[in-house]
């Protein structure tokens, strides 16, 4: 079974540029997560998707950050302008459906740096 | 906000030594999760506690819940040089959707 896919793995910014991030969960998983993980802290949830439905986006600094999740699989996340606080690892995440007892599959992560 | 806090925050120790790292967190949970992260490599779910079981075990994992003191620990036996790597603790509220909170974690050295 192939496990979430991410990319790109690694993107160097300057600040105020946009950047976005892309995710492909397993097959037949119908709840998408994204993550943020600043060095040396545990990962943050910014945004849950059930389907193409968003569940929980009360972490996402929505005045730059955005996502989507069209037709319910693949996912894109966006930063709009990056400010230097952005820098981490974008974490993407799947799981079968949104309950409790559910394992979260986990993607490589992409690696942020922004100047 | 992070719900849960794990000491100590970095552990060091010889190949076949036991490793102890802990827990705590803060609002009432549904279950509690590990996760393992090596360098460069994302997360892998070690193992999972509900809330009414007080002790897991898989392979050479044990885990412990104690919900009155809102505490888990993680014990990893006879650990090898493949172990190291940074362990996240992370709790699963009872009225989320399978939303994740982790720790901080604990960094863990495995010296061969």
């Known amino acids: 079974e192939a496990g979430v896919a991410q990319s790109p793995r690694y993107k160097i910014i300057e600040k105020r540029q946009s950047v976005a991030f892309w995710c492909n969960p397993i097959?037949?998983?119908?709840?998408l997560y994204w993550y943020q993980q600043i060095l040396g802290q545990g990962p943050k949830l910014l945004i849950q998707?059930?389907?193409?439905?968003?569940?929980?986006d009360s972490q996402l600094p929505k005045d730059r950050f955005s996502a989507e999740r069209l037709k319910g699989v693949d996912s894109t996340l966006k930063i709009q302008p990056a400010k230097l606080e952005d820098s981490a690892v974008y974490l993407c995440?799947?799981?079968?459906?949104?309950?409790?007892?559910?394992?979260?599959?986990f993607g490589p992560g992409t690696r942020l740096l922004v100047l | 906000s992070q719900q849960g806090e794990e000491d100590p925050q970095a552990l060091s120790i010889q190949e076949g030594e036991n490793a102890t790292m802990n827990c705590s967190y803060k609002?009432?949970?549904?279950?509690l999760q590990w996760y393992r992260q090596n360098s460069g490599r994302g997360l892998v779910h070690l193992i999972l506690?509900?809330?009414?079981?007080r002790e897991k075990h898989s392979g050479r994992l044990r885990v412990t819940l104690d919900t009155s003191k809102k505490s888990s620990s993680l014990l990893i036996t006879a650990s090898r040089a493949a172990d190291t790597a940074s362990y996240f603790c992370?709790?699963?509220?009872?009225?989320?959707?399978?939303?994740?909170?982790f720790g901080q974690g604990t960094i863990l050295t495995v010296h061969p």
């Open positions: 995440a799947s799981s079968r459906q949104a309950l409790p007892l559910e394992t979260q599959y």
């Open positions: 097959s037949g998983h119908a709840t």
């Open positions: 998707f059930q389907n193409n439905g968003v569940v929980d």
């Open positions: 609002t009432s949970i549904n279950n």
């Open positions: 506690i509900r809330s009414n079981e």
């Open positions: 992370a709790t699963v509220g009872g009225t989320s959707y399978g939303k994740l909170t």
